[in-house]
């Protein structure tokens, strides 16, 4: 089945410790991309990366890090979390250049918690 | 890349036509407008997307008028399961990013 996934689904953690949100794609695309939603706010743009070894920042990526060393795989990486990173992120993953390429496909989503 | 402006919120009655219209005053020559649907505690999901006059597929329809300032979603008789956030969303083919702006959103309730 055609899907991203996301790992873990629901987080509780302490400001500081460090943690990484996996991101994993099945259907071959470039293109991925992370965003937080937040009450009000929409979805906000955190990352993302048109291939391998090629990420660019969204409109929020202060406090973000992330890699794309394989093209499936897409972490997300919170160095020093601090509660306003409290939030319900989204990972997405699509295929730019085609005719459908703004058709993006979103995980479950990741709902993380900073005490 | 063109902000988008939808209003917050809107409540209809089974059975009937939704129209949900988004203003994007500063859409750019090649930007294309894309539409989400995205259910409680849901990832968004793709509805239709087009560039000009009028799109339609199984889900819904997409109307763009010729100075494509605004546009139009169409959900034809909708049900109880159409409540949701609807999103709309304007990205540039020819840009060079790929940076994506969703908005707040258009929360549609569909009553009984």
């Known amino acids: 089945e055609a899907q991203v996934t996301q790992n873990p689904r629901y987080l509780i953690t302490v400001t500081g410790k460090k943690l990484t949100v996996t991101c994993s794609q099945n259907m071959n695309h470039e293109y991925m991309s992370w965003y937080r939603q937040d009450p009000g706010l929409g979805l906000r743009q955190i990352y993302y990366?048109?291939?391998?070894?090629?990420?660019d920042k969204g409109d929020v990526p202060e406090g973000y890090k992330v890699s794309r060393k394989e093209k499936r795989n897409f972490p997300l990486i919170l160095e020093s979390p601090s509660p306003n990173q409290t939030s319900l992120y989204f990972c997405?993953?699509?295929?730019?250049?085609?005719?459908?390429?703004?058709?993006?496909?979103f995980g479950p989503g990741t709902r993380l918690t900073v005490l | 890349l063109a902000k988008t402006t939808q209003p917050i919120s809107m409540d209809s009655y089974e059975g009937q036509e939704v129209n949900i219209t988004c203003s994007h005053n500063n859409i750019a020559t090649n930007d294309y407008i894309t539409w989400y649907q995205q259910f409680p505690s849901q990832g968004p999901r793709f509805i239709i997307q087009g560039y000009k006059t009028k799109v339609t597929n199984e889900v819904a329809s997409l109307f763009i008028p010729a100075d494509r300032k605004s546009s139009t979603l169409s959900l034809p008789r909708v049900s109880l399961s159409d409540t949701a956030v609807y999103y709309c969303?304007?990205?540039?083919?020819?840009?060079?990013?790929?940076?994506?702006?969703f908005g707040t959103g258009t929360r549609l309730k569909v009553l009984a």
């Open positions: 990366s048109m291939n391998v070894e090629v990420t």
């Open positions: 997405a993953s699509s295929l730019p250049g085609q005719v459908s390429y703004n058709e993006q496909f």
């Open positions: 969303l304007g990205q540039s083919s020819t840009s060079g990013t790929y940076k994506y702006i």
